[in-house]
């Protein structure tokens, strides 16, 4: 069978899978990023799980990968492939798809050189690699087979640990001129307001983050091991305290969607991410808000993201087959 390697690498874990060309995920499998152990021994935990993702499409299927595609966070420059730079992560400028090609050119240990499709991964040849950025990539796949399918202008935001996002327009993400496209969680909406990682003070990610709100609710419950999703819970139930931090982490939410749909215009926004599982809960008030906000501009439909945290994964691979039609083209 046919298939592609496709690897979302985050800042606790990484999920990897068999893809094929319809974009059917044949096999999945997790392994955490092991950040504490330092850059290095995550870079070379990226390369061994590629490389045993090889070996196991050639066990399964008697045939190599076609291509790999790998998604990591923070800057990427896709069209050199390179992983400029990552905060929780520790790299700058780190030639990933070079390193990725040459690990993955070599025959894995153990197996006979024969069998179809070995052509490419099997004698030297590096394999075709393609690297993009977590949320963006994230992005694309919703675009292309998630909630963004069909539509010509969306926005996508990641609302997890941290807020980023993904312009899609005519069916690609556009990552900007330096590889920061998307940007939102660094809106500033709180002048002077609380510090964020950014060097910036009062930016959307630093008040609606699934971190922000943690903080603010076990800040207001009490409770040190409540957390964004105990939040929303409390907020269902009536109370009144998560209430007013679930109000203040909408609004400010709303406040950052009013920029964006000044500035970009997008029919239709999707909400991904550990907050948006919150359903309801936070959208129903956020429409609200939105509307409030809004004078000119049109409201945006609002909807869940539908690939949940197969996203990234799901694009890497499709990623990959493109690169695969844009060699055949070429
Ligand atoms: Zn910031």
């Not at 044949?26 to 330092?38: K, V």
């Not at 299927?61 to 990552?86: H, K, L, N």
């Not at 203040?248 to 599982?277: K, M, N, Y």
């Not at 959208?283 to 990234?312: C, N, S």
Request: net charge negative; aromatic share 4%.
């Amino acid at each position: 069978m046919k298939h592609v390697i496709a690897l979302d690498v985050g800042g606790t874990g990484m999920k990897a899978a068999l893809v094929a060309q319809d974009g059917t995920l044949l096999h999945e499998e997790r392994r955490p990023t092991g950040r504490e152990q330092g850059t290095d021994a995550v870079v070379a935990g990226i390369l061994d799980f590629a490389a045993h993702l090889r070996d196991e499409g050639l066990r399964r299927y008697g045939t190599a990968a076609a291509a790999a595609g790998v998604v990591v966070p923070g800057t990427v420059d896709q069209e050199r492939g390179i992983a400029v730079f990552s905060a929780n992560l520790g790299w700058r400028d780190l030639p990933m798809r070079q390193l990725l090609g040459e690990r993955l050119s070599k025959w894995p240990e153990g197996l006979p050189h024969k069998g179809g499709g070995g052509r490419r991964a099997g004698h030297g040849e590096p394999l075709p690699v393609v690297l993009g950025h977590d949320v963006r990539t994230g992005a694309y796949a919703e675009g292309r087979i998630g909630a963004g399918r069909g539509a010509d202008r969306f926005f996508f935001v990641a609302l997890g640990t941290g807020i980023a996002g993904g312009y899609g327009i005519d069916g690609r993400i556009d990552p900007g001129a330096h590889g920061n496209g998307g940007e939102i969680g660094h809106i500033v909406v709180r002048p002077g307001g609380p510090q964020c990682g950014c060097g910036a003070r009062g930016c959307l990610e630093t008040l609606a983050s699934a971190a922000a709100i943690t903080r603010a609710w076990a800040a207001a419950c009490g409770d040190p091991d409540a957390d964004a999703a105990d939040c929303a819970r409390a907020v269902e139930a009536g109370d009144e305290r998560a209430q007013r931090v679930w109000d203040d982490a909408v609004a400010a939410l709303a406040d950052g969607l009013v920029v964006v749909q000044s500035l970009l215009d997008p029919r239709t926004v999707i909400l991904g991410g550990g907050l948006a599982e919150a359903g309801e809960t936070l959208f129903t008030p956020l429409r609200a808000a939105l509307q409030e906000r809004i004078t000119f501009q049109v409201p945006p439909t609002l909807v869940p993201a539908m690939l949940k945290d197969t996203a990234g994964c799901l694009g890497a691979g499709l990623l990959a087959w493109d690169l695969l039609s844009l060699e055949v083209t070429a």
